[in-house]
T-cell receptor
Framework: AQTIHQWPVAEIKAVGSPLSLGCTIK??????LYWYWQATGGTLQQLFY??????VESVVQLNLSASRPKDDQFILSTEKLLLSHSGFYLC????????????FGSGTRLLVI | KTQVEQSPQSLVVRQGENCVLQ??????????LRWFKQDTGKGLVSLTV?????DKTSNGRYSATLDKDAKHSTLHITATLLDDTATYIC?????????????FGAGTQLIVIP
């Protein structure tokens, strides 16, 4: 069975500090991977997607970057956090076939102060 | 500009009652439509995906319809349970592949009371 794990579960960080959020998928080779962000009280937005190792496409950047260093790992990061980065970050994967299911992680809640 | 509108914004029902959630969208092209359930502070759980014009799906107590001409979908929940309390999110995909983008509604907050 496939599993998706996000870390950390929650973070409180200072403005200007770096950030690294992780996502790991086990039990599925070559998944499509996605990062989404939801501001408090807001609507989910797609940030990045990756269909293969080393390749990441940006949808909405928000002064963030993403990388896929391994087939099963997707990293979201920034060197300098902004207050506007606060919110809920979700990672997801899909098998890649047309209209296949999306499976979401449990999310990381980030508060920037 | 909001491309996926959900109504009502919130809904309170008594356990055992049925309810209907609405989704109207303007996303073009509209390859498929998905309904997700999101518990507070948690990830999304897929309920159903609709692809074709006039598609109807059923997943236990959840059933959904899609009218692509009207760009409208409904999610029906029958015999609600307390555990159905959550936010239900309508999502429209503009392509069937990973190259497509998912467009999210703001969700309908459903509260089921005893």
């Amino acid at each position: 069975a496939q599993t998706i794990h996000q870390w950390p579960v929650a973070e409180i960080k200072a403005v200007g500090s770096p950030l690294s959020l992780g996502c790991t998928i086990k039990g599925k080779s070559s998944p499509n991977l996605y990062w989404y962000w939801q501001a408090t009280g807001g609507t989910l937005q797609q940030l990045f997607y990756s269909i293969t190792v080393g390749q990441v496409e940006s949808v909405v950047q928000l002064n963030l970057s993403a990388s896929r260093p391994k087939d099963d790992q997707f990293i979201l990061s920034t060197e300098k956090l902004l207050l506007s980065h606060s919110g809920f970050y979700l990672c997801a994967w899909s098998p890649g076939q047309a209209n296949s299911d999306y499976t979401f992680g449990s999310g990381t809640r980030l508060l920037v102060i | 500009k909001t491309q996926v509108e959900q109504s009502p914004q919130s809904l309170v029902v008594r356990q055992g009652e049925n309810c209907v959630l609405q989704c109207n969208y303007s996303v073009t092209p509209d390859n498929h439509l998905r309904w997700f359930k999101q518990d507070t502070g948690k990830g999304l759980v897929s309920l159903t995906v609709l692809v074709h014009e006039n598609d109807k799906t059923s997943n236990g107590r959840y059933s959904a319809t899609l009218d692509k001409d009207a760009k409208h979908s409904t999610l029906h929940i029958t015999a609600t349970l307390l555990d159905d309390t959550a936010t239900y999110i309508c999502v429209v995909g503009d392509r069937g592949s990973a190259l497509g983008r998912l467009h999210f509604g703001a969700g309908t907050q459903l509260i089921v009371i005893p």
